[in-house]
């Protein structure tokens, strides 16, 4: 009796400390996780105004540079802006120059996990520098650009000058993709090219209007203007997706002999064909121990009986 008794926990634990071992043989294999996609995020930038010239005042004996920027916004996340004037100071006497006027001016940057856009449009605008208070170095009915970026598509790039344009007080007619040219004596000059785009296989760009202007108002040197504007420009790069592992770490290798499990064979003899892992050496040593201690215990029964 005393026997059996002491004989029963000690299979019991011997069956609990061999399951347990098993179970935890699968979670051991699960750290290294397999491989899943993420998401690599896009860009989009829009801007309606942008410029790069140079001021000089004074026949030349003061520089100013003229660097602004309206509405300019840049995602992965979503943007838009709508100022409708940009301004200039410490070239005008000290006091604010405006230098663009809009009934519209719009700038939008969207980006999701499928898609990145930029949007512009210009409206009604007028653009004015230092030297020529009262007349306008461009003006525009309405001028648009986008960029968009598709997963599993082309990248698009749109520019578009609707209505009239008018140039340091003539009006021009704009050849569609070109370059234009308007010299007015006494004023200056400007070269005009237009609705550019430029595509590749994951970005695209477009712009409705870019200016290299040479503004010297009756050769007095009040105010001599050089440089470059950029009026309605969207860009987009398209999002990626990238494959990469949960876990660095490399899985347990297989046992280089595997057994195919003979018909009607019990669960306990296809063990040996999972191989070898980091536990085996404890479920081992666990073993020897129950066994050693299920001896001894059967011993001490066999003497007290």
Do not use: W
């Amino acid at each position: 009796m005393n026997g059996t008794y002491a004989r029963m926990p000690a299979r019991r634990f011997a069956a609990l400390a061999t399951a347990t071992a098993l179970a935890a043989g699968p979670a051991a294999l699960a750290g290294a996780g397999p491989a899943h996609a993420t998401p690599d995020q896009g860009r989009a930038g829009a801007v309606v105004l942008r410029t790069g010239l140079d001021v000089a005042l004074l026949d030349k004996t003061v520089d100013v540079p003229l660097a602004v920027s309206l509405n300019e916004v840049q995602a992965p996340q979503s943007a838009e802006k709508t100022a409708l004037t940009a301004q200039l100071d410490g070239v005008d006497g000290g006091r604010p120059f405006s230098v663009l006027s809009a009934e519209v001016a719009e700038a939008e940057a969207t980006v999701t996990a499928q898609k990145a856009e930029g949007r512009t449009r210009l409206a009604h605008a007028k653009l004015h520098v230092p030297g020529l208070p009262l007349l306008s170095v461009i003006e525009v009915e309405d001028v648009t650009s986008s960029a968009v970026c598709a997963s599993g598509g082309a990248p698009v790039a749109e520019a578009n000058v609707l209505g009239s344009v008018t140039v340091l007080g003539k009006r021009v007619t704009l050849t569609a993709g070109g370059t234009t040219d308007v010299k007015v004596p006494g004023v200056g000059e400007v070269r005009l090219d237009l609705s550019k785009r430029e595509t590749t296989s994951r970005t695209a760009a477009a712009t409705a209007l870019e200016l290299n202007i040479s503004i010297d108002p009756l050769k007095l040197n009040v105010a001599e203007v050089e440089g470059s504007l950029t009026l309605a420009e969207s860009t987009c790069e398209t999002p990626q997706t990238q494959v990469r592992e949960t876990d660095p770490s490399p899985a347990p290798s297989a046992s280089p002999v595997t057994q195919a499990k003979p018909q009607g064979g019990t669960d306990e003899a296809g063990l040996a064909e999972t191989g070898g892992s980091s536990l085996t050496p404890y479920v081992a040593g666990g073993a020897v121990a129950l066994l050693l201690a299920g001896g001894g215990a059967v011993m001490l029964s066999r003497r007290r009986g």
